[in-house]
């Protein structure tokens, strides 16, 4: 991969640790401990023709990965994970800031119990944050945009800020960041930070974050029609890497294998055009020991893979239905064995998760993405 793509380097691959180097008792079961705050926004009405689409689906899609036994396997409780998300009505618009920030002081108040009822300040292992919707960039930090937002008042919160503060107060182990949003420059406007009272660096506080942008900075995020619906491109190959696209040779799936499945598998867009390094998306993770964010499953448990039936309205004629995408993170093409009628070409076959792009000649493309939950009917009219 490319390390345009990574902006801090994910760095060679290395034995993956899932305790980030933090000493205590042995380690609970997997994202038993964990925590999330989960952002989707896809209504600004204030904003000029900045509804959004992908969200609405993104946001579901997340969620059932960080509940799932063999994904995030946080606990489904409104406790564990928040949701706040877009609220549409004749009120005011929400959420604002202040409704996303005071999520971040939830977390930070249970810490505080803790800490008085002499148990220590730590809440959790992991905390994770993932925003769809509108951002920005101010200051060189990525701001996500509230539903309030305006032209001259970009209303906005600094999620990594109230991060970097629970990893400095010991309140989570590790931070794992996911923003699929626009980062264009926003000017002469303050940056919203935490009001918390400033707290000095930790060693290794980068080292236990790890954050992945839909773009590069100064760019823009992008949602496609996949599958029938408008999703974001970050966040459906996001999931499908998160889902076992790519796994390291334990089986495993770390930092640095999602990261390199992600930058890699988008670099074809659903038309099956190349996308340049530059307009790829962006990873950040200081650190040369990767950690685990999906252990390896059981052994005896199947790969995933779900049945793809492709159908293109159109006669093959000396054409194959070609597949380039997300298996292994690997890009060659796979020929779709196919029937013909005399007004369209059927072809299925087997994938793993993953974002693929389906063709029967340009420019008869298609993008489809495998999450291993059901078999996909991709039906390409033209």
């Not at 900075?217 to 999931?239: D, M, N, Q, S």
Request: aromatic share 8%.
């Amino acid at each position: 991969m490319s390390g345009a793509g990574l902006g801090s380097a994910v760095g060679p691959a290395a034995p993956a640790a899932d305790d980030a180097g933090v000493a205590g008792p042995p380690a609970a079961p997997h994202g038993t401990e964990d925590y999330a705050v989960v952002i989707g926004i896809w209504a600004y009405p204030r904003l000029k023709d900045a509804s959004l689409e992908g969200p609405v689906q993104d946001v579901s899609d997340f969620v059932h990965w960080l509940t799932a036994p063999e994904g995030g396997n946080v606990p489904d409780n409104p406790a564990r994970i928040i949701k706040i998300l877009t609220a549409e009505g004749p009120v005011e618009p929400r959420p604002a800031s202040e409704e996303i920030e005071g999520a971040f002081r939830r977390l930070r108040q249970l810490s505080t119990d803790r800490r008085d009822a002499g148990k220590g300040p730590r809440l959790g292992r992991r905390l994770y944050v993932y925003f769809a919707g509108h951002g920005c960039m101010l200051n060189d930090e990525t701001a996500l945009l509230t539903a309030r937002a305006e032209d001259e008042d970009p209303d906005h919160v600094a999620a990594r800020l109230f991060g970097r503060h629970f990893i400095r107060a010991g309140v989570f182990d590790q931070i794992v960041l996911f923003k699929d949003c626009c980062r264009r420059p926003v000017f002469k406007v303050t940056l919203r930070e935490p009001t918390y009272a400033a707290l000095p660096a930790q060693p290794g506080e980068d080292a236990r974050t790890f954050m992945g942008f839909a773009a590069q900075p100064r760019k823009v995020a992008r949602e496609y029609p996949i599958g029938g619906k408008v999703r974001g491109a970050f966040t459906t190959a996001l999931l499908a890497g998160l889902r076992g696209g790519r796994r390291e040779a334990d089986g495993s799936i770390t930092t640095n294998s999602l990261a390199d499945y992600v930058y890699n598998v988008l670099g074809v867009d659903p038309d099956g055009q190349p996308v340049p390094p530059n307009d790829r998306p962006q990873f950040k993770h200081v650190s040369q020991q990767p950690f685990v964010l999906v252990p390896a499953p059981p052994a005896a448990s199947p790969p995933r893979v779900a049945v793809v039936k492709v159908t293109f309205r159109a006669r093959a004629g000396d054409k194959e239905i070609r597949v380039i995408g997300g298996a292994a993170g690997k890009l060659e093409p796979v020929v779709v064995p196919l029937t013909e009628t005399n007004e369209e070409t059927r072809g299925a076959a087997a994938f793993a998760p993953g974002f693929y792009v389906a063709s029967l000649g340009a420019p008869r493309e298609y993008g489809f993405s495998v999450t291993g939950i059901g078999d996909p009917d991709v039906d390409v009219r033209g």
